[in-house]
């Protein structure tokens, strides 16, 4: 695991960073001399992205997971840089990969978030550490990049970068390449945005509807209302509901409770 002492000020004070999880699909097929080559390879592809998108790896806390790693990025890292450059040079360089012959096939979900993430014993805390965890392996995105066999790379954004970033315009970046999902994944449920590279919506949005299911609902059971989280950023509600889960883009009211504890 790389050293994370110098990834932001040692000041003592949680910075929103960005998060970073690239994980392989079906890696667990391989045998070990494979793993060890998809491994190598996935480095190196994102180490490459990032150098053409004018991004510094060597500055990212990097946490290797053997078929995924977990990044965070340093702070003021161009958010706009990652989403746009950064993903299409990536996605680039697993095409030109897998058109290797006789070399497994390495295929990529991508999700990013930007938010609270402070160094902690084991890596990292806070609630954008945990988002990527649950957006990497939400069902749609998922199931979109097993449907569109020809694609390498799927990615979800948090509905938070979307609405900060995404919906800007930024060069690289067209908001209307995204299809929005509601993700459900263990205690954590939120909103996000899955782009495929080089399929548009049309061909995204079918296998998303596909497998819809129901949104949360201002009438659900008060059971439910009671644990929705604490605060929100930008119409957006971030924070931990009062049995550990955490919650993005759900209605919230203010909390006392204090909003940079992560767990």
């Given at each position: 695991?790389?050293?994370?002492?110098?990834?932001?000020?040692?000041?003592?004070?949680?910075?929103?960073?960005?998060?970073?999880?690239?994980?392989?699909?079906?890696?667990?097929?391989?045998?070990?001399?494979a793993q060890s080559a998809a491994q190598a390879d996935l480095v190196r592809v994102?180490?490459e992205a990032a150098s053409l998108a004018g991004l510094d790896r060597a500055a990212?806390?990097?946490?290797?997971?053997?078929?995924?790693?977990?990044?965070?990025?340093?702070?003021?890292?161009?958010?706009?840089?990652?989403?746009?450059?950064?993903?299409?040079?990536?996605?680039?360089?697993?095409?030109?990969?897998?058109?290797?012959?006789?070399?497994?096939?390495?295929?990529?979900?991508?999700?990013?978030?930007?938010?609270?993430?402070?160094?902690?014993?084991?890596?990292?805390?806070?609630?954008?550490?945990?988002?990527?965890?649950?957006?990497?392996?939400?069902?749609?995105?998922?199931?979109?990049?097993?449907?569109?066999?020809?694609?390498?790379?799927?990615?979800?954004?948090?509905?938070?970068?979307y609405q900060d970033v995404v919906r800007y315009g930024y060069p690289g970046l067209?908001?209307?390449?995204?299809?929005?999902?509601?993700?459900?994944?263990?205690?954590?449920?939120?909103?996000?945005?899955?782009?495929?590279?080089?399929?548009?919506?049309?061909?995204?949005?079918?296998?998303?509807?596909?497998?819809?299911?129901?949104?949360?609902?201002?009438?659900?059971?008060?059971?439910?209302?009671?644990?929705?989280?604490?605060?929100?950023?930008?119409?957006?509600?971030?924070?931990?509901?009062?049995?550990?889960?955490?919650?993005?883009?759900?209605?919230?009211?203010?909390?006392?409770?204090?909003?940079?504890?992560?767990?």
């Open positions: 695991m790389n050293d994370t002492s110098s990834a932001h000020p040692l000041d003592g004070i949680p910075h929103r960073r960005l998060c970073i999880a690239a994980d392989m699909s079906q890696y667990s097929r391989l045998d070990t001399r994102l180490d990212w806390a990097r946490q290797p997971q053997g078929d995924l790693e977990f990044s965070v990025l340093p702070d003021a890292a161009p958010e706009a840089e990652v989403l746009g450059p950064f993903v299409n040079h990536l996605a680039a360089g697993l095409s030109a990969l897998n058109t290797r012959p006789a070399v497994p096939r390495i295929r990529l979900r991508l999700a990013v978030d930007a938010g609270i993430a402070a160094d902690a014993a084991l890596g990292h805390a806070g609630p954008a550490p945990v988002a990527v965890a649950r957006y990497v392996n939400a069902p749609q995105v998922v199931t979109v990049l097993a449907a569109l066999t020809s694609a390498d790379l799927a990615l979800i954004v948090s509905d938070r970068l067209d908001p209307a390449q995204y299809v929005r999902v509601h993700v459900q994944v263990k205690e954590f449920e939120g909103y996000g945005w899955i782009r495929v590279p080089g399929y548009g919506p049309d061909r995204v949005r079918p296998i998303v509807d596909g497998m819809a299911t129901p949104l949360p609902s201002a009438t659900a059971p008060a059971t439910c209302r009671k644990n929705l989280s604490q605060y929100v950023h930008h119409g957006v509600a971030v924070g931990r509901d009062v049995s550990g889960g955490l919650s993005v883009g759900l209605p919230a009211t203010p909390s006392s409770a204090d909003p940079w504890r992560p767990w």
